[in-house]
């Protein structure tokens, strides 16, 4: 039973951290010479690895990192470190589970093992809708690019009759007064903010090779009460955009309105160094 539980940990375990540990350390020579049972070095392990996850948790989900400044190996960490809290306290709760049949544990000391579980476990749904929504903004960052090269579709209608991707050049440029021209009279129209799901440079478009500086993504359907209004505005305003009508596998997870140019490709070099 120790050797399984210690195999266990050991997989979780960085080996690096393990070898500059000195508490780590220290409880293998007392383990080595009988003093420590093996069962409080395994402990030992996981709590330690435990607070690492932790740590990357704090530096990823717990964080104040907005969409721009997140990247696809964080998100992969954050659910990944909360999935494997998640296997360690399932891993204290089978364990304890068998104390409390054998009479050495009260069952009433079983509910705070599984409060903490479902404390992880919300953790872990918490994760994944962020890394969700982050690889979302990577499909609508692919699908930005791949429009650049569609028949320019100038748009005549509002009323979704449209062509399933409309791109539309306007004066060919969008400023950071044209920015503000479009949030202020949104929030005049709607009395609320403007849906942005990503503005300007992105760890994603980075990540993607594209130069996203300049330009926002609105998370709207284009044939929307919303997105028809925004469609309107900026044809009358001569503002360019791309709207995204539905979902496009390989391209767009969802619709939306990316305003602004499309955007470009990195220069080789910007982008091995970004």
């Given at each position: 039973?120790?050797?399984?539980?210690?195999?266990l940990?050991?997989i979780?375990?960085?080996?690096?951290?393990?070898?500059?540990?000195?508490e780590?350390?220290?409880?293998e020579?007392l383990?080595?010479?009988?003093?420590?049972?093996?069962?409080r070095?395994?402990?030992?392990?996981?709590?330690?690895?435990?607070?690492?996850?932790?740590?990357?948790?704090?530096?990823?989900?717990?964080?104040?990192?907005t969409?721009?400044?997140?990247?696809?190996?964080?998100?992969?960490?954050?659910?990944?470190?909360?999935?494997?809290?998640?296997a360690?306290?399932?891993?204290?709760?089978?364990?304890?589970?068998?104390?409390?049949?054998?009479?050495?544990?009260?069952?009433?000391?079983?509910?705070?093992?599984?409060?903490?579980?479902?404390?992880?476990?919300?953790?872990?749904?918490?994760?994944?809708?962020r890394?969700?929504?982050?690889?979302?903004?990577?499909?609508?960052?692919q699908?930005?690019?791949?429009?650049?090269?569609?028949?320019?579709?100038?748009?005549?209608?509002?009323?979704?009759?449209?062509?399933?991707?409309e791109?539309?050049?306007?004066?060919g440029?969008?400023?950071d007064?044209?920015?503000?021209?479009?949030?202020?009279?949104?929030?005049?129209?709607?009395?609320?903010?403007?849906?942005?799901?990503?503005?300007?440079?992105?760890?994603?478009?980075?990540?993607?090779?594209?130069?996203?500086?300049?330009?926002?993504?609105?998370?709207?359907?284009?044939?929307?009460?919303?997105?028809?209004?925004?469609?309107k505005?900026?044809?009358?305003?001569?503002?360019?955009?791309?709207?995204?009508?539905?979902?496009?596998?390989?391209?767009?997870?969802?619709?939306?309105?990316?305003?602004?140019?499309?955007?470009?490709?990195?220069?080789?070099t910007?982008?091995?160094?970004?």
């Open positions: 039973m120790y050797s399984l539980f210690l195999a940990a050991l979780q375990q960085d080996p690096k951290t393990v070898a500059t540990n000195p780590i350390q220290r409880l020579e383990v080595a010479a009988g003093a420590v049972a093996p069962m070095l395994a402990e030992a392990r996981q709590n330690l690895a435990d607070s690492e996850d932790a740590a990357i948790l704090s530096r990823t989900m717990y964080a104040r990192l969409p721009e400044e997140f990247t696809a190996e964080q998100a992969a960490a954050m659910t990944e470190a909360a999935k494997r809290r998640v360690r306290q399932q891993e204290k709760i089978a364990r304890m589970e068998k104390l409390v049949e054998s009479g050495v544990m009260a069952k009433s000391e079983m509910a705070p093992l599984q409060a903490e579980l479902d404390a992880r476990q919300s953790v872990v749904r918490l994760a994944e809708v890394a969700a929504l982050l690889a979302e903004l990577a499909e609508m960052a699908a930005e690019q791949a429009a650049a090269a569609t028949v320019v579709m100038t748009p005549s209608t509002v009323d979704g009759t449209g062509p399933m991707v791109h539309f050049n306007g004066l440029k969008f400023s007064a044209d920015l503000k021209r479009v949030v202020l009279a949104f929030e005049k129209e709607f009395a609320k903010p403007l849906p942005v799901s990503a503005r300007g440079e992105t760890a994603f478009h980075r990540a993607l090779g594209f130069d996203h500086r300049g330009r926002i993504d609105v998370g709207v359907n284009p044939d929307s009460g919303e997105g028809q209004w925004i469609r505005f900026l044809a009358l305003n001569k503002i360019p955009y791309i709207a995204f009508r539905r979902a496009i596998t390989g391209q767009a997870s969802a619709p939306h309105i990316h305003i602004g140019t499309p955007s470009p490709k990195l220069a080789a910007n982008a091995a160094t970004d």
